[in-house]
């Protein structure tokens, strides 16, 4: 709590993260606007401090939030210019809860438009760069977030993970990414892509971290009505062994994977074994129907959520039209980006009458038997540790007119999207050109809590850096 304490200002910390803002911007592109009103917001923490009053537990810390998160500071964008010029009305239920705890958002951070994409390329505001190679993709759709941390000007950042958006940035950055159990955190005031497998999290330096973030926005919010009775802050009804049985998937040891990032994963194994733990080799060959079942269900309901870009309701509209359904047409013409186009057309194409039992709903039944696959391991081990992506970050525009090379990028994390699990991406070392290898760890449902503890154990951290205060066990935050 150094703000709190007053060992350091809220106005101190606040400029130094707007002027890293500004300072990497140019070079890195990471925001789609920066905040300079977020000053005042540190000036009024500061003033309450010196007033004796209480303050929340991320007094003046700031953050960086992710461009699909409605607030009213700024334009909401999702990095597209048919959204160019939304200003919302709303404010996303976890931007309000971050604020009370007093967080001060910086920036918004540049993403594939509407999160459709592995690389931050899809966006309108042109690519985010990787925070150690400006050659390179920051991964995505969460780019902007993850440079963010990675570059240190923050210590957290929002975002989405529809189906790996912020592990797989998180893991080509090297900083902790985390998507919870779906339906952890409140949806409220996101821009939805994919309503079934949308996810809210974080990106940290540290794990521990994300225990604190956790605590201060998971929970039901009746606004969002996907959202689960809070189980975050229960305390885990057994004790909970730290010596784990960690499952490693056969399936995703094979060529496409990177010969570095196999490497790594070789090598936290026998970190593991010498630590204790026990490592259990799985075959979960349903897994690879994962990727075509995600690439048919996601686009289906990315159709459904798109609809409603008129041009009439927010933000862009062609000046071009002379007709209603003229307008609608060349507004959505000029306003979506390739990649948004192609998930509108095939989303509907595999909802339409005569495609529908062949394509939807058929992926509607390899998700429940991934389901019970992932149910399957878990009787059997307590996480899994794989791989996050296919390979480190790639160069800039090596992929761009190939979406299938692209969607592969996806393939060992929109599994875990689509049974609803969590997933943590943890950074383990890098290649040798230097370039962020991240590893993932996944639990079942509702194990956010010891998924986050056990990586604050592997990385030997005992305390929380955000306010210096926490227990990462929680013992001692009970609100
Ligand atoms: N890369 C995946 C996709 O393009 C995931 C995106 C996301 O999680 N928002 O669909």
């Avoid at 890293?20 to 070079?27: I, T």
């Avoid at 998937?249 to 010498?274: G, M, T, Y």
């Avoid at 529908?356 to 996480?383: P, Q, V």
């Avoid at 160069?395 to 299938?404: I, R, Y």
Wanted: proline share 4%; glycine share 8%; net charge negative.
């Amino acid at each position: 709590m150094k703000v709190a304490n007053q060992e350091i200002s809220a106005v101190n910390l606040v400029k130094e993260a707007l002027e890293k803002a500004h300072k990497y911007q140019k070079d890195y592109n990471i925001f789609t606007w920066i905040n300079d009103e977020a000053l005042a917001r540190a000036a009024e923490i500061d003033q309450k401090i010196a007033a004796g009053e209480t303050v929340g537990k991320l007094a003046g810390v700031p953050y960086a939030l992710k461009d699909n998160f409605l607030s009213k500071d700024g334009e909401t964008t999702a990095s597209a210019h048919i959204l160019e010029g939304f200003s919302s009305p709303v404010t996303a239920t976890v931007v309000e809860k971050l604020e009370a705890a007093g967080a001060i958002m910086i920036g918004r951070t540049n993403l594939d438009a509407f999160a459709h994409g592995s690389s931050t390329e899809n966006s309108y505001y042109g690519s985010t760069k990787n925070s150690k190679d400006l050659t390179r993709v920051a991964g995505g759709s969460s780019g902007g977030s993850a440079v963010a941390v990675a570059l240190d000007i923050v210590q957290f950042a929002t975002g989405t993970d529809t189906g790996g958006s912020i592990r797989l940035p998180a893991s080509i950055n090297g900083v902790y990414g985390l998507k919870p159990t779906y339906g952890t955190i409140s949806r409220y005031g996101v821009i939805a892509m994919a309503s079934s497998t949308d996810c809210i999290g974080f990106f940290t330096q540290q794990a521990s971290d994300l225990n604190l973030l956790m605590r201060i926005t998971a929970g039901q919010d009746r606004k969002d009505l996907t959202t689960l009775p809070d189980f975050y802050h229960e305390k885990p009804a057994e004790f909970d062994d730290p010596v784990k049985k960690i499952g490693v998937i056969r399936d995703f040891d094979n060529d496409a994977v990177d010969p570095e990032i196999r490497s790594a994963l070789r090598e936290k194994i026998e970190e593991l074994k010498n630590t204790g733990h026990e490592i259990i080799e799985l075959d979960m060959p349903v897994l690879k129907y994962a990727l075509a079942a995600y690439y048919v269900i996601v686009p289906a309901e990315i159709a459904s959520n798109l609809s409603r870009h008129d041009g009439v309701r927010y933000g862009f509209r062609s000046e071009k039209s002379s007709t209603l359904p003229e307008l609608y047409k060349n507004t959505r013409n000029e306003g979506f980006m390739p990649e948004n186009k192609r998930r509108i057309m095939i989303g509907n194409f595999v909802l339409s009458s005569g495609f529908y039992d062949a394509y939807y709903l058929k992926a509607a039944k390899a998700r429940t038997l991934i389901i019970d696959e992932y149910n399957k391991a878990f009787e059997k081990c307590d996480f899994l540790l794989t791989p996050v992506g296919p390979s480190p970050a790639f160069k800039l525009g090596s992929k761009t007119n190939d979406p299938v090379a692209m969607y592969l990028e996806d393939a060992m994390t929109v599994p875990l999207n689509l049974a609803g699990l969590p997933g943590l991406a943890i950074p383990a070392g890098k290649t040798k050109t230097g370039l962020d290898i991240g590893l993932q760890l996944v639990g079942p449902r509702r194990s956010d809590r010891r998924i986050i503890n056990f990586a604050a154990q592997l990385a030997g951290e005992a305390s929380n850096t955000i306010n210096d205060s926490l227990d990462i066990n929680g013992e001692s935050e009970e609100e």
